[in-house]
């Protein structure tokens, strides 16, 4: 992944936050600590809905426009800690994409 400046992790961390509904709140003035505490979070959350609410987990997949051909392929990994994580990278993968797009064009 293309390296963020600390101003560019902080805004991506509030902007992922308004996105994705995370039970607990981020308060980290450091914004690589922030970043790596909400992908943690993240991933216990998806861990969580791959067991408990699949369907759930694969419509935020499609309303956050994750890449059908990603999303089968993590599906393909033999735990659902493998799983979780490769769905955690291309979620975020996919928000870095729409956050610098927007960014580029000026909104």
Sequence with gaps: MESLTDLELKDLEIYLLKKIDAENEIIISDAEAAFTQFRALLKIKIKDMLSFD?????????????????????????S??????????????????????KREMGL
């Design 54 to 78: 699949l369907e759930g987990l694969m419509q935020i997949l499609y309303r956050l426009d994750v890449p059908e051909d990603e999303t089968r392929h993590a599906f393909e990994a033999h």
């Design 80 to 101: 659902v800690e493998l799983i979780a994580e490769k769905i955690t990278e291309s979620i975020i993968l996919r928000e870095v994409k729409k956050y610098k797009l």
